[in-house]
Nanobody, 126 residues
Framework: QVQLVESGGGVVQTGDSLRLSCAVS????????VGWFRQAPGKDREFVAH????????YYADSVKGRFTISRDNAKNALYLQMDNLKPEDTAVYYC???????????????????WGQGTQVTVSS
């Protein structure tokens, strides 16, 4: 059973940067495809970024493309989300997610992932 624990959230100002981390246990980060989602109050959980299990291909929501970078360190069994030039609309609880056998057409669907972390709050003030 894969377990995910996020960290690194906080309160920052517009234009600042944050790096979220996600520790993977009960499995190896290299054995699953991984992603980040976020959920703002009163809104549905939305896709942020995805990193394929093989090949290292990355995919991003249009709203974060060019500002956020997803990566993983297999030696540390960890997943990261580097967030630069943060905006107030990035305020949300951020979740890391993982799964095996996630087809490309399903990477933006929360239901396509088997494992979820508990979330970490990111607040961007204007």
């Amino acid at each position: 059973q894969v377990q995910l624990v996020e960290s690194g959230g906080g309160v920052v100002q517009t234009g600042d940067s944050l790096r979220l981390s996600c520790a993977v246990s009960g499995g190896t980060s290299s054995s699953v495809a991984v992603g980040w989602f976020r959920q703002a109050p009163g809104k549905d959980r939305e896709f942020v970024a995805h990193l394929r299990r093989y090949g290292g291909h990355t995919y991003y929501a249009d709203s974060v493309k060019g500002r956020f970078t997803i990566s993983r360190d297999n030696a540390k069994n960890a997943l990261y989300l580097q967030m630069d030039n943060l905006k107030p609309e990035d305020t949300a609880v951020y979740y890391c997610a993982a799964g095996s056998g996630i087809i490309l057409s399903n990477i933006r669907n929360p239901g396509g992932y088997n494992y979820w972390g508990q979330g970490t709050q990111v607040t961007v003030s204007s």
